[in-house]
């Protein structure tokens, strides 16, 4: 059973950063491609940045490059979503999701999901 963990959501106001943490209970990230993805009420599941373990190579969407940043840290076993100038329409759960193989911008491609955690971002 593969566990994946997020941390690092909260409150913050429009223009800070944040940045999220993913953990796996069970290999390693290169084993994996990594997804971000969030949910805001109302609105689909939305890919925001990933990246697969084994190259290092990373994927955004038109709306994500350039603000958000997906990176992996294999000695501390984390993947990291940095979040830059945020925006309050950028508030929504974000999830870490991962798969094997190469990346996949579907959420319906990715096997092991953790709970989420919220972002919040006031005006």
């Known amino acids: 059973q593969v566990t994946v963990v997020e941390s690092g959501g909260g409150l913050v106001q429009a223009g800070d950063s944040l940045r999220l943490s993913c953990t796996v209970s069970?290999?390693?990230?290169?084993?994996?491609?990594a997804g971000w993805f969030r949910q805001a009420p109302g609105k689909e599941r939305e890919f925001v940045g990933g990246?697969?373990?084994?190259?290092?190579?990373?994927y955004y969407p038109t709306s994500a490059k350039g603000r958000f940043t997906v990176s992996t840290n294999n000695a501390k076993n984390t993947a990291y979503l940095e979040m830059n100038s945020l925006k309050p329409e950028d508030a929504a759960v974000y999830y870490c999701?991962?798969?094997?193989?190469?990346?996949?911008?579907?959420?319906?491609?990715?096997?092991?999901w953790g709970q989420g955690t919220q972002v919040t971002v006031s005006s």
């Open positions: 999701a991962l798969m094997y193989g190469p990346i996949s911008y579907s959420s319906g491609d990715y096997l092991y």
């Open positions: 990246i697969r373990g084994r190259t290092g190579n990373t």
């Open positions: 069970k290999g390693t990230f290169s084993d994996y491609a």
